[in-house]
């Protein structure tokens, strides 16, 4: 009667089921109420299985159950430690290659200081540098090969100051500007000149480490390969305060933006040094990533930003900009933020240039410090 019983209530309710006339949640509730029979089943199993095996007395059912029971439960578990298995093959592997890679730079940076050495100690330096290694190809390839996670993190990452950094500065700067479409100004500008000071520093460190490697660099990477490597590898040289130190001294001659006399823009330093630190590094990826150029007044594109929620949303041209849209190419990888008005672009334009003045003698200009 057991089994009867079993057997009828699963027929019942895969009756039910079907993916033709019944709702999704119908038939999700269907397959809830199939799971859920499933358990109490098991559960009546499990005890029916206890009492039989009482019953057999205290070794009865013993090689039953190790030659049916235990090999079918440990199939249950195995796909899902596998898994996890595999996973740490795979940092272990990574490890592994992070510390070849630390090898090869350091090797590379042995030779080129005794390649130095060589051509400032000898009075005949081209004949002590034919004795010398040549300089090995740092991490040969890793930039390349992680490009794809790269990327990924740099994306999600671009994200996340959206949602945190942005917002922090903004409550920051509430305190000081009243008025909303100058703070949300003033944030926008703080992003494209990070991006631009951020990507100034790379094409500098790029030339310095091409000169240092060039030096005793014999392939089979090319040097650029060789050069792109070593910079994924040692992103600490980037100098990302002098970044911070270059955008806010642009943003304090803004046109565009404006800002109370006693103080400074370093107050969103944060949110500039985070930026900073991204825009540099997706200067690294192949292709980089870099933001979208906009202007006020321009036609407002739906595949470039979003509308801000106080939006005219029948308005076709872009009254100032919130959010820089993330590109690689031609192609967009993360909308912006815009905001779209009627009527009110020249003199809002004209309200901003009345107010704008030169912050260059601003008494916190010389202040630029790591909050670290």
Same mark, same amino acid.
């Given at each position: 009667r057991f089994w009867t019983d079993i057997k009828k209530t699963q027929a019942d309710i895969l009756i039910h089921i079907n993916l033709q006339i019944n709702s999704c949640d119908q038939n999700?509730?269907? @397959?809830?109420?199939?799971?859920?029979?499933? +358990?109490?089943? =098991?559960?009546?199993l499990f005890t029916i299985l206890n009492e039989t095996s009482q019953e057999g007395g205290h070794y009865a059912g013993v090689e039953t159950i190790k030659t049916r029971l235990l090999p079918w439960l440990g199939t249950c578990f195995s796909c899902a430690t596998s898994g996890r298995k595999l996973d740490r093959l795979n940092d272990y592997e990574q490890q592994i290659q992070i510390l070849r890679d630390e090898i090869s730079i350091l090797d590379a940076q042995k030779s080129v200081l005794q390649s130095r050495l060589a051509r400032s100690c000898?009075?005949?330096?081209? $004949?002590?540098?034919?004795?010398? +290694?040549?300089?090995?190809s740092c991490s040969p390839g890793r930039a390349r090969r992680t490009n794809a996670s790269r990327r990924a993190c740099l994306i999600a990452r671009f994200g996340d100051i959206y949602a945190q950094e942005r917002l922090d500065a903004e409550t920051l700067l509430k305190t000081y500007v009243s008025d909303m479409e100058m703070v949300q100004r003033i944030i926008y500008i703080a992003a494209v000149e990070s991006f631009h000071a951020a990507k100034m520093a790379y094409?500098?460190?790029?030339?310095?480490?091409?000169?240092t490697l060039s030096l005793g660099h014999s392939g089979p990477e090319s040097l650029e390969d060789t050069v792109l490597d070593y910079i994924v590898r040692h992103e600490d040289l980037y100098d990302v305060q002098a970044s911070v130190n270059e955008v806010i001294r642009s943003m304090n001659i803004n046109p565009k933006i404006s800002f109370p006399p006693e103080i400074d823009f370093i107050v969103i330093s944060t949110l500039i040094r985070e930026l @900073?630190?991204?825009? /540099?590094? !997706? =200067?690294?990826?192949?292709?980089?990533? &870099?933001?979208? /150029?906009?202007?006020?007044?321009?036609?407002? +594109?739906?595949?470039?930003? $979003?509308?801000?929620? &106080?939006?005219? /949303?029948? *308005?076709?041209?872009? *009254?100032?900009?919130?959010?820089?849209?993330? !590109?690689?190419?031609?192609?967009?990888?993360?909308?912006?933020?815009?905001?779209t008005k009627r009527g009110t672009l020249w003199s809002r334009r004209s309200r901003t240039r009345s107010r704008s003045r030169s912050r260059s003698t601003s008494p916190l200009l010389s202040h630029h410090v790591s909050p670290n």
């Open positions: 999700l509730n269907r @397959c809830c109420e199939i799971i859920e029979l499933n +358990s109490k089943i =098991q559960g009546q000898s009075p005949y330096p081209r $004949h002590r540098e034919n004795k010398l +290694s040549p300089v090995r094409r500098q460190l790029k030339i310095r480490v091409r000169e @900073c630190r991204v825009a /540099f590094s !997706m =200067q690294t990826l192949t292709p980089p990533l &870099d933001i979208a /150029f906009g202007t006020d007044r321009e036609l407002f +594109s739906e595949t470039k930003y $979003h509308r801000s929620f &106080d939006s005219d /949303f029948t *308005a076709v041209l872009v *009254a100032y900009h919130v959010w820089p849209a993330l !590109m690689e190419n031609d192609d967009v990888i993360v909308k912006g933020e815009a905001v």
